[in-house]
Structures are given as C-alpha cells and as structure tokens.
C-alpha cells in the first residue's frame, strides 16, 4: 500500500447496498464482511500514517513560528537600543553644535576671520624694515614707509591682542570636538545594532515564511488523513452493516432449525400416541414401538 493511492470515498450504503444484503447469500456475505474489514484496518493504518507525518510537519511548523518569534524579540530589543544610541548621539550632536556656534560666535566678536595672521604680518614687518635698511630712499619714500611700517605693527599688536583673548576659545572648540567625537562612537553603535536588528528581521520573515510552506504542507496531509479516515468509518459501517445482516440469517436459520426441531418433536409425540393407543388395545409392540414409547415419556 502506498501513500499516493486512489481512496474509495463511497458511503457504506454505496459500499454494499440495502439490496445486495437482502439478496446475497451467507457465504458471499461472509467474504464481503472480511473484505471490508481487511480494507478498514488499511485505511485506519494509512489515516495513522497520514497523520503522523502531519503532526511531524505542524510539529516543524511551531519550530519556525517559534524561531521567528525569537528573532522578532531580538529584532526589537535591538531596534529599543537603536533608538536609544540614536537619542544619545541626537543630544550630543545638538551639544556640539551648539558649542561650535559658540566657538563662531566668539570669533566674531574677536573679528578673527577677518585679517592677516600674525606669522604673515610679521613676515610683511621684516620686509619692510629690510627694505628701509639697504635701500636709498627719498625723505618722502622713507617718511612713507616709516608710517606704513607703523601701521604694520599697530595691526599686529592688535591682533596679538585679540589673539591673547582667545586663551578660552581653543579649549571651547576642543570641547566640541570631544562631544561630536562622543557622538559619533554612537552614530556607529546606531549603525552597527540597526544591520543586526535587520539580520533579525530577514530571518524572522525567511522563518515566517518556511512555516507557511510548511503549515500548508501540513494542511494537505491532513485533508488526505481525513479523506483515509472517513473512508476507514466508511468501511468500517459497511461491515457492521454486513455483520448485522449476518447475525439476522443466523437467528432466521436458527428459528428456522427451531420449527422443524419443535416439528419433529410434534411428529414424534403425535406417533408416540397412536403406538400408546394401539397398546392399550393389545396391540402386540416391536422394539422400536417400545423405543419410541419410552422416549415420549408415555412408557
């Protein structure tokens, strides 16, 4: 018997019909009986087999579903975490930003964007003052570049000035620094626990998945457990219903043995009488007459 094979899926009444138990006869009945028990335990074997290999697959089905569910919790512990290093990083972004704008703030006001470095003012000082030293120049050049190395200097002494407020200025922009450095450890802890989260994620739907494929495999198995064992009642109903008619026949020729039986004992009785009757008028009796007479209790 294989799995794949053709199941009758006709009703007991279809099976045997009310006429063919009425008309077959005993022997033919007897071998009909066996022929559906013999097939009604096949087909409870084949329902058993069915429906073990369909408690195997919901049995694989709870271990997919059961898989995602873990990594969906893990999914979302990690996307909790995400959220979490994403605050952080968003707070000490917004820190830093805010320490930067200061750092600007603070130029500003010193105009320190605006103008030469001192390294270039001095550098120009030197060469001016090289120029007013080997070169021949007129009372009014020299008077020129007198005032215009003057005005170097003053430029440079107010630079150097504000410079030297600035004392606080590098330790501000060190700070921010530090802080957005701080959020970018967590921008990457972000990124790191998100392609974990969404590891997670496409196992759990790779899981979900698999157990649909296998929940509907499981679903097949039982409508074929159910089609086995509907046919196993089937055939199970149909040889009740032949034994039934069996054990009618056998009471119909079981009252049938009983009037001939009571038959015989009539014929015996009505006999027996005529041989007593003919004995009380002298009627000489043969062996069997005196036989039949002790039988019948008339003797």
Known sequence: MVEQETIDV?????????????????????????????????????????????????????????????HREDRDELNERVQEHKEIRNELNAEANELFEEVEE????????????????????????????????????????????????????????????????????EEAEEVRAEASKHHEK????????????????????????????????????VEAQEAADAHHEAFVRVQKRLRELDKEEEEEKQTQREAKRQEAKEEAEDIYERFQEGETLDTEDLRKLQKSGLL
Do not use: C
Not at 46 to 55: F, P, Q, T, V
Not at 126 to 135: A, D, S
Not at 198 to 220: G, S, T
């Open 10 to 70: 006709s009703s007991a009444d279809e099976l045997i019909t009310d006429e063919e138990l009425e008309n077959k006869s005993k022997g033919q009945l007897i071998k009909k009986a066996g022929q559906f028990r013999d097939r009604r335990n096949e087909l409870n074997q084949l329902a058993s087999s069915r429906a073990s290999k369909r408690d195997e697959l919901n049995a694989k089905t709870r271990e997919k579903v059961d898989a995602a569910q873990e």
């Open 106 to 173: 603070q130029k500003s006001d010193l105009e320190l964007d605006e103008g030469k470095d001192l390294e270039e003012l001095k550098e120009e000082i030197e060469q001016l003052e090289f120029k007013q030293q080997t070169e021949v120049l007129s009372t009014e050049d020299e008077r020129e570049l007198i005032e215009k190395i003057e005005q170097k200097r003053e430029e440079y002494q107010t630079r150097k000035e504000k410079l030297d407020q600035t004392e606080g200025l590098d330790e501000l922009v």
């Open 190 to 225: 972000v990124t790191e626990l998100a392609d974990r989260a969404q590891k997670h994620h496409n196992e759990m739907i790779e899981a979900y998945r698999e157990a649909d494929d296998i929940r509907d495999e499981a679903d097949e198995k039982h409508e074929a457990f």
